[in-house]
């Protein structure tokens, strides 16, 4: 029965010592954190204010985690609270999420006089991180492009065109054929993967040089855009 009150009532107590180093911990190791993200990020849209969330959220869960201790009535009031707070700012990258969460748990992790386990998770979460940054692991390189080009209805390049096409191409397949100038010319679009994206000055060069091909043009893009 004391230890069902104990749960319900009493807090720990922390000094203001424990308090400063809890805080100071977790505002060095999510700086940490919030450095490596910045030198690993590889997106289109850089936020200075999601770096700012990432330490300040790790500071404001840890005075979380301290102000509930083991209070159990503490801890379901400001769950209580929390739900009536939504959160709309969207996250789109999951790399991003990964990375604010991780703040997040430094600051538990601080907040409950675990240093240990912050210290130590923040250094193999960073170790990860820049490895994984640095590594080929889960990139694809491909380099793809749409290739474009005019030619008379009845001229017959395929023989040229092939001979090209093996040399710079790891593969290639025709996507559109329609007619302009009142059907005398067609007009072919190929989408390619070329072997090197040093080659697509060789395809276009090539193209130009087989007789009656004209206004050929190639648009490299990627197989994924992150907007």
Partial sequence: MDDFLTVFGAAHILSAEQILLAFLV???????LATIYRWTFQGFSYS??????MVLGSLIVCMLIMAIGNNLARGLGI??????IRFRTPIRDPRDMI?????FVVGIACGANTFD??????AFFSLAAVLLHWSPFASRRSYDGLLRFMAPAEHDFEQEFRRLMHHCCSSYFLVAVRESVQGDDLEYSYQLRL?????KTDVLEGLRQIPGLRDVNLLMQRTTVEL
């Fill in 48 to 53: 200075r204010a999601f770096v700012h969330t």
């Fill in 79 to 84: 769950l209580g609270t929390l739900a009536v």
């Fill in 117 to 122: 386990v912050a210290i130590i998770g923040t």
């Fill in 195 to 199: 072997v090197d994206p040093s080659y």
């Fill in 99 to 103: 990375f604010l969460f991780s703040s």
């Fill in 26 to 32: 977790a505002f060095v190791l999510s700086s940490l």
